[in-house]
């Protein structure tokens, strides 16, 4: 098997004409911590959504362990082993925190909606449900509704609720938005615990997390790959600092 879980080549999107993201490149090395950058209206949620079938490419191909997935549906990649985690909202909010990770376990397990309401099959999954909650440190949290977690916490049910599909790709979109520096160390923590195992695509605006984080980095800047690399690597890059920082290299001297 390839090194590469996933790959996209020569991926180019437009939106009536205009190249949102042109002629991408990308490799994802297997097991790694992969991170998207780059500054507002680089091409990186157009990216993510792409890589996650939820908008289709004008060209280019994406391939996930050796299997063309260019034309595949979201729900489709999402068997395979491709999760993207969504936004807070799409958590219950009136659910509790583990009613939230039990359904994301009837996805997995395919549990048909007639069993919906069966408290047996729902208890069964309980166990398995408290242990998800437990990874992410959520296990006292069990039988409180969402929308009375802080945010910090409600992002670690999110991932709790990706980890129940069993993910072999896992796709966190700015998963430390808006938090305070207290849940961003939390959950940059929490995402490198539940990487064991498995590969991460983010799009993160915070460099630090970035920076504690990353294996790879990419950047991209007005809808193409500017540089590529460990943080070091692309910190230190002129036109990255440039593009992304808005530093022009002769000023930082
Ligand atoms: N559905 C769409 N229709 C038209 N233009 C779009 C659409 N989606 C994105 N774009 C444009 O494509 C470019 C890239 O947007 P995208 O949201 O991918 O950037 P981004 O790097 O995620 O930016 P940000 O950091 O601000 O979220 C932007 O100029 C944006 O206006």
Do not use: C
Request: without cysteine; aromatic residues 6%; hydrophobic residues 45%.
């Amino acid at each position: 098997m390839s090194d590469f879980i996933l790959e996209a080549t020569d991926l180019s999107r437009s939106f009536g004409g205009f190249m949102a993201v042109r002629n991408v490149n990308l490799k994802i090395a297997r097991g790694s911590i992969h991170a998207l950058i780059g500054p507002n209206g680089a091409g990186k949620t157009t990216m993510f959504n792409l890589l996650t079938k939820f908008i289709t490419p004008s060209s280019g191909t994406i391939t996930f362990n050796g299997r063309n997935i260019t034309h595949l549906k979201p729900e489709e990649i999402a068997n395979l082993g491709i999760v993207r985690s969504f936004q807070i909202s799409a958590v219950f909010p009136h659910l509790t925190a583990l009613e939230n990770v039990r359904i994301a376990l009837q996805k997995r397990l395919d549990v048909s909606y007639q069993f919906w309401r069966s408290r047996k099959i729902l208890s069964t999954l309980d166990g398995e449900a408290l242990g998800r909650l437990d990874q992410v440190g959520l296990k006292r949290f069990a039988h409180v509704p969402a929308v009375e977690l802080p945010y910090g916490r409600k992002r670690a049910l999110e991932i709790a609720t990706t980890l129940g599909l069993e993910p072999e790709l896992m796709l966190l979109d700015e998963p430390t938005q808006g938090m305070g520096s207290e849940d961003v160390g939390q959950v940059a923590d929490l995402i490198k615990r539940v990487s064991v195992g498995r590969t991460i695509i983010m799009v993160e605006h915070n460099l630090g997390v970035v920076s504690k984080l990353a294996d790879a980095i990419t950047v991209l800047s007005r809808g193409e790959v500017l540089a590529e690399g460990t943080y070091e690597q692309v910190s230190k890059n002129p036109a990255v600092m440039e593009a992304y920082m808005g530093i022009k290299a002769e000023e930082v001297a």
